[in-house]
């Protein structure tokens, strides 16, 4: 998890944001308990095209604690603004993964309030349909205790891994532990907040924007199927882009990286 992977750290309004590479701009959104680091299998392929601009919302990775009291209005205003001001009026494109791709939809609908839309939007494995009721995934916790060695907690982050973000258990010693356990530590907001809420849909009608879905054919949190997901996709968006992609879970872009790299380069390439 290299920092020069995501390139030179800037400031904004106290959200980090990192730049690699040259051309038009990459905006990538991370998903929830996560950061930048939800991208280090994309970032390499996406800048030999893109300027890929990865930022640490508020309260995850290198960015600023939002207040306990902040309101998500507020909260999202927050990351409006940053993104604004970062972009100064260049074009620019956006991905947002999961409770990102949420998040993504929100910024994206006070951007075109404001006149700045993004031109295109990836969502990957995107939150924003509402709280899953009747969905259950178990979880077993992975927190140091007394009883609980570090191999056994790369162990459990594992198996928790192969069950609500992977299609396949990672080895204890893949890099996916890794990125979680870090990501897991420097988490101080709660992105059910955001996730939970039946506003992504209504937000991408609000801005505009040409639209992107890429959803894993084996997502547990796709809720009660990616199948279904697709169908409420296209009677809201008949001429969006959604694949359903075979073998991958909820991090697509992690576990299935070549193909989300070519969709995304694909995509966004194209001329606005």
């Given amino acids: 998890m290299d920092p020069q992977l995501f390139g030179p750290l800037h400031y904004v309004s106290g959200l980090a944001f990192r730049v690699t590479g040259a051309g038009p701009m990459l905006l990538l ?3 929830g308990s996560g950061s930048r680091t939800h991208w280090t299998r994309n970032v390499d392929a996406l800048a ?3 300027r890929v601009v990865t930022m640490d919302l508020p309260g995850f990775g290198e960015s600023a604690t939002p207040a306990a009291d902040m309101t998500l209005d507020s909260y999202l205003d927050w990351v409006a603004d940053a993104i604004q001001r970062f972009t100064n009026g260049e074009p620019f494109d956006m991905a947002g993964f999961s409770f990102g791709g949420a998040v993504t939809g929100a910024v994206s609908a006070l951007l075109a309030q404001r006149g700045c839309p993004p031109a295109r939007l990836s969502l990957v494995s995107p939150a924003g349909f509402g709280k899953p009721e009747g969905r259950t995934i178990k979880l077993e916790k992975a927190d140091r205790g007394p009883c ?10 594992a198996r928790n891994l192969g069950r609500w973000m992977l299609a396949r258990e990672p080895l204890p010693e893949d890099e996916a532990v890794d990125i979680h356990l870090h990501n897991i530590a420097h988490t101080r907001f709660d992105s059910r907040r955001v996730s939970h809420r039946e506003t992504l849909l209504a937000d991408l009608q609000e801005s505009g924007s040409s639209l992107q879905f890429l959803l894993g054919a084996a997502d547990p949190l796709i809720w009660p199927s990616p199948q279904e997901r697709k ?6 968006f008949p001429s ?8 991958a879970g909820h991090w697509l872009q992690y576990e299935a ?16």
Avoid: P
């Fill in 48 to 50: 030999s095209r893109f």
């Fill in 29 to 31: 959104i991370h998903g």
């Fill in 257 to 272: 990286s070549a193909t989300i790299n070519h969709a995304l380069l694909n995509f966004h390439s194209q001329e606005h």
């Fill in 231 to 236: 169908a409420v996709i296209n009677a809201a």
């Fill in 240 to 247: 969006a882009r959604v694949q359903i992609v075979d073998g």
């Fill in 148 to 157: 609980q060695d570090e191999q056994q907690r790369r162990e459990v982050t």
